[in-house]
Structure formats: structure tokens, C-alpha cells
């Protein structure tokens, strides 16, 4: 069965400065996938150049088809993207914030599902997003996307500024989602401990490009990889 | 009391031109931080197209008012998105003051244009309401005035709700908020940028269609209109609709109450006036009365 998400030879640049120098990465259906690195490795180019938020060169396929157009074109393909910064809207309520996850589709839209695995948004609806705290709005950012009813979850960097138990349940909520809803998930995460025991394969980037890739019980397993470039 | 009333229905019904133009400002300025300038000119620019559509027989006949209402907010509508996509869309990766500039230059040329076509002088155009009064308990209210509020305060209503509860509304607020969170939601930013200009267009029609019976329809006719909705948007708050309305209304009452009460102030000083008022907020209260800094955790 083909992958899911094919980057194939994907390069990016922003103005003169070359970001990814031909990156290729595969996700599977169904599949938790992490993106590791240093700070400046590529990791959230990587995730930009698939959803068109940066120019590329190189293939991205997803579910068959060549990607391309702007993130709107990305969305609509079927793939959701949690950015940097967690791209809350913060002027707006809870309950608003989640209707614009289900901007695409048809008709009254369905929240009942999202309230299953965020119970505590429905107390929360009427408030303003940006007065929410940091691990609220990046589970409020996660339980959008859900609601964007992707086939992938891209999510940038999560446990960002997060305390350690909130970055915990957080990749719990992932998993949960993963494994009862069959979502695929490539999460970029400097954490590489946390990202490794959540995911089933990972690649480590290094200056734009791959530098190291398999399964995470390998790459937990060797020392050397570790100490090299996970740090822990 | 009977001139209190009346100061208070002239006030209110200016206050509600100035409003619906200070919405209009307010809804481009919310989702691209640019100050429209031209947005006077474009109201006076779709007034002359309804002036047009009364005057001049089109396919044989011409319009009585109130279609002509309707069909010039349509066409109205048709010109904002036309010139977001024409002048507007191209700048999109240029900084605001360019933006601003080229309002500034789409003021000038809409100014040029309307005098070329229609010649500069002044033009009486219609208004649908009588100029006969009801006596409410001893007081004249000026069936003008009430009518002009009306039809203005309808229209920022009908956008009121069209922004709480439809999709497109929301979708426009998010827009507005944080565009490239909005886009990988799905939403066409581009194109929601280009409504937006259609209702700013929208609304500045009314104001022109709403003014011009009272002061001729002229190119420049809403120069003045146009400060007045500016100081009524700072007064306000340029991040909040709420409080472009309010600015605007409450403006044009403050005015109007000044030239009944305070003699000193003639017509040539409402101009000044309402520019000192701006100033003065713009000291005291930088967000302005309604704006709020927006809350914000990391």
C-alpha cells in the first residue's frame, strides 16, 4: 500500500536562505510519525512546505494526489495543521474557534464527537480564546483540527512551553485520537523523548536534511544516536 | 425641550451617516490594518451611479427611488470587490503604507473621474423621505432625519448579523484575527478580503445616498463626511465596530448639540471641532473609548 504522505526530494528556501535541501519522508495511514532536531534543523519547514505556506521544489503527495496551492488547497485535501504558536483565534470564543474547524464542511456541524475527548471545552465555550492558558489553547488548537476531520494531524512542536504533566496529557489525547480514529500524525517535537515514546517511526533533520531515520525502539536503542543528536 | 429633541433627531440622523462610513472604515482596517482613504470618494463615486440610474434613462426608463436604492447597492457591491481584486489584491505582499497610498491615489483618481463624467457642479439628488414632521407630544420630528437613521442603522444591522451568525461571517472575524490560521482552516482569504470590500462599498453607498439630499451631490461632498466618520472610528476604537457606530452617532448628536447650544460654534467650526475631539481622544484614551487591548496569554 502506498504512504499515505509522500515528501519526495523536497526542497525550501525563505529569500536567499536554503531551509530543506531535498528532504524525503513517508507517513502511513493510521501512523504517529515524529520529526526530530535542533532548533534550525528544518522541522517546521518541513511541516510548512506540505501544507504550501513556504515555496518548494520536490514532490508532496498525499492519499495519491500531488499536492499543490496554498494551505486552503492543503485543508481542503485533508490535512490538518496545527502551526507554531498554535494559531488560536484569540479574539474569538472557545465554541467559535471549533466552528472554524468545520469550516469546510456542509451544514450545522457536528461538535458533540470533539466533547467526547475534550470533555471541558463545553464549560469553556463562551470564553475568549486568548484568555485561555498556554496548554488550554494548544489542546483547543488540537481539538480544532480534529474537528477539521483530517486524514492527517500535522502538529508543530506541541509540548512548546507547556509544563511537563500538560505536555503529557497532550500526547495521551494524541494517541487517544490515533488509535480510536485511525488519524494519521507527523509531529515535529524537540522533546524527543516524549515524541519517541508516542511515535512508531521518526526522522532526525539536521541543517535541511535527513540525517537519521527509523523506528523509534531503534533509534531509542542506540546509544550513539542518542547522545548525538536526541540529547538525552 | 422641543429644541432638545430636534438638536437630538439632526444629531442622530448625521451621527448615523457618519457611522455606516466609520463601519466601513472600520471593517478594512480590521482585516488589513490599512485606512482606506478612498472610501469617501467611493461613497460619492456609487451615489452619482444612483443619481444616474434616476436621472438619465437606461433601456428606455428610469428608476423610481427605492429600486434604485437596491440596484445601486449591488453595484456598489460589484465595485468594492472590483477594486480590492484590481488595485488592492496585487499589493498583497506590499507594506500598509503602500496600501495606504494607493488609496490614497484610488481617492484621487474616483474625485477626477466623478468631475470628468458628471461635471463638477452641484446636483440635487432625491430623497425618499417627506420633508413634512410628525408632532410628537408638542415636538417636530423631522421625518428626514427619522428615515435616514433608519434605512442606516437597517443596513449596519443586516451586516451585524450576517457577521454573528453566518459562516462567512465568522470565517471574515477569523480572517480578520489571524489570516494564515484562518487559511489552513480552509478559508479562501483572498476572497473573503475582496467581501469585505464589498460591504465597506456597501455601507459608504448608504451614507452617500443618505447625504447627498441634504447637502447636493457634488465630487467633494464627502470630504467632510469622511473626517467626521474617521473621528467617530478613533473615537470608537479602529479594532471595534461597536464603537465605530457609536462614535459615529455619538458624534454627529455632540454636534449637533453644540451648534443649537453653543452659539460660538457655527457650521464652519464643526470641522475643527470634531478634529479637536479626535485629537483629544486619541491623547487620553489611544485605543479609544470602545478598543481594548485584546487579552492574551503565552
Given at each position: ?9 523536497v ?5 536567499p ?11 502511513d495511514?493510521?501512523?504517529?510519525v515524529a ?11 518541513t511541516l ?29 485535501a ?16 472557545v ?5 472554524m ?8 456541524p ?18 475568549q ?27 508543530d512542536?506541541?509540548?512548546l ?15 487517544d485520537l490515533n ?8 509531529v515535529v517535537?524537540q ?11 521518526a ?16 533509534l531509542?536503542?542506540?546509544?550513539s544516536?542518542?547522545?548525538?543528536y536526541?540529547?538525552? | ?15 448615523s ?5 466609520a ?8 482585516a488589513?490594518?490599512v ?7 467611493m461613497a ?15 433601456f428606455?426608463?428610469?428608476?423610481s ?7 445601486t447597492l449591488?453595484i456598489?457591491f460589484?465595485?468594492?470587490?472590483g ?20 488609496t ?15 461635471s463638477p ?6 430623497s ?7 408632532v ?27 457577521f454573528?451568525?453566518?459562516k462567512l ?5 477569523a ?5 494564515a490560521a ?7 482569504t483572498s476572497?473573503?478580503?475582496?467581501l ?8 459608504g453607498?448608504v ?7 441634504t ?6 461632498m464627502m ?12 473615537l ?17 448628536v ?16 464643526r470641522l475643527?471641532?470634531a478634529?479637536?475631539?479626535l485629537l ?11 478598543g ?6 503565552v
Amino acid at each position: 500500500m502506498p504512504p499515505l504522505l509522500e515528501l519526495n526530494d523536497v526542497s525550501a528556501r525563505y529569500g536567499p536562505v536554503a531551509a530543506l535541501h531535498g528532504v524525503s519522508v513517508t507517513v502511513d495511514d493510521g501512523e504517529i510519525v515524529a520529526l526530530l532536531g535542533a532548533n534550525g534543523a528544518g522541522k517546521t519547514t518541513t511541516l510548512r512546505a506540505v501544507s504550501g505556506m513556504v515555496r518548494r521544489t520536490g514532490d508532496v503527495v498525499f492519499a495519491g494526489r500531488r499536492l499543490r496551492g496554498g494551505p486552503e488547497a492543503t485543508a481542503r485535501a485533508g490535512i490538518a495543521h496545527v502551526p507554531e504558536g498554535r494559531g488560536i483565534f484569540a479574539e474569538l470564543t472557545v465554541w467559535e474557534n471549533l466552528r472554524m474547524g468545520a469550516y469546510m464542511r456542509r451544514g450545522r456541524p457536528d461538535l458533540g464527537t470533539v466533547l467526547d475527548y475534550f470533555p471541558w471545552l463545553d464549560a469553556r465555550r463562551n470564553q475568549q480564546a486568548g484568555t485561555l492558558s498556554g496548554g488550554e489553547q494548544q489542546m483547543l488548537a488540537l481539538a480544532r483540527a480534529f474537528v477539521q476531520r483530517p486524514r492527517l494531524l500535522m502538529l508543530d512542536e506541541p509540548s512548546l512551553g507547556l509544563a511537563p504533566l500538560v505536555t503529557r496529557e497532550l500526547f495521551r489525547v494524541v494517541a487517544d485520537l490515533n488509535e480510536k480514529e485511525g488519524l494519521a500524525v507527523l509531529v515535529v517535537e524537540q522533546n524527543a523523548a516524549i515524541a519517541l515514546r508516542a511515535a512508531r517511526r521518526a526522522y532526525v533533520l539536521e541543517t535541511g536534511n535527513v540525517a537519521v531515520s527509523g523506528t523509534a525502539d531503534a533509534l531509542k536503542a542506540n546509544d550513539s544516536i542518542r547522545s548525538a543528536y536526541l540529547g538525552y | 425641550m422641543q429644541q432638545f429633541f430636534q438638536a437630538l433627531t439632526t444629531g442622530l440622523a448625521d451621527g448615523s451617516i457618519y457611522a455606516s462610513l466609520a463601519l466601513a472604515l472600520v471593517l478594512i482596517y480590521k482585516a488589513t490594518e490599512v485606512i482606506n482613504f478612498a472610501q469617501g470618494e467611493m461613497a460619492m463615486f456609487t451615489t452619482y451611479i444612483a443619481y444616474a440610474l434616476y436621472t438619465h434613462p437606461h433601456f428606455g426608463h428610469t428608476l423610481s427611488y427605492w429600486p434604485m436604492f437596491f440596484v445601486t447597492l449591488a453595484i456598489a457591491f460589484a465595485f468594492g470587490v472590483g477594486l480590492q481584486r484590481v488595485v488592492i489584491r496585487p499589493l498583497e505582499q506590499a507594506s500598509v503604507l503602500t496600501v495606504v497610498m494607493a488609496t490614497i491615489a484610488l481617492l484621487v483618481i474616483l474625485q477626477g473621474l466623478a468631475a470628468w463624467i458628471w461635471s463638477p457642479e452641484l446636483k440635487f439628488f432625491p430623497s425618499p423621505f417627506p420633508t413634512s414632521t410628525w408632532v410628537i407630544g408638542g415636538v417636530h420630528i423631522s421625518k428626514q432625519d427619522v428615515g435616514t437613521f433608519g434605512v442606516t442603522i437597517a443596513c449596519v444591522v443586516v451586516l451585524w448579523l450576517f457577521f454573528r451568525f453566518t459562516k462567512l461571517g465568522l470565517a471574515m472575524r477569523a480572517g480578520a484575527v489571524n489570516r494564515a490560521a484562518a487559511r489552513l482552516m480552509g478559508v479562501r482569504t483572498s476572497w473573503l478580503l475582496a467581501l469585505g470590500w464589498g460591504f465597506a462599498a456597501v455601507l459608504g453607498a448608504v451614507s452617500g445616498m443618505m447625504s447627498a439630499p441634504t447637502q447636493f451631490l457634488s465630487p467633494t461632498m464627502m470630504d467632510a463626511v469622511l473626517i467626521f466618520a474617521f473621528a467617530g472610528a478613533v473615537l470608537g476604537g479602529l479594532e471595534s465596530p461597536i464603537g465605530a457606530v457609536a462614535g459615529g452617532l455619538g458624534l454627529g448628536v455632540l454636534l449637533s448639540m453644540l451648534s443649537t447650544y453653543v452659539h460660538v460654534i457655527t457650521p464652519e467650526l464643526r470641522l475643527p471641532v470634531a478634529l479637536l475631539l479626535l485629537l483629544v481622544v486619541l491623547l487620553v484614551r489611544p485605543a479609544g473609548l470602545f478598543g481594548r487591548v485584546v487579552v492574551r496569554r503565552v
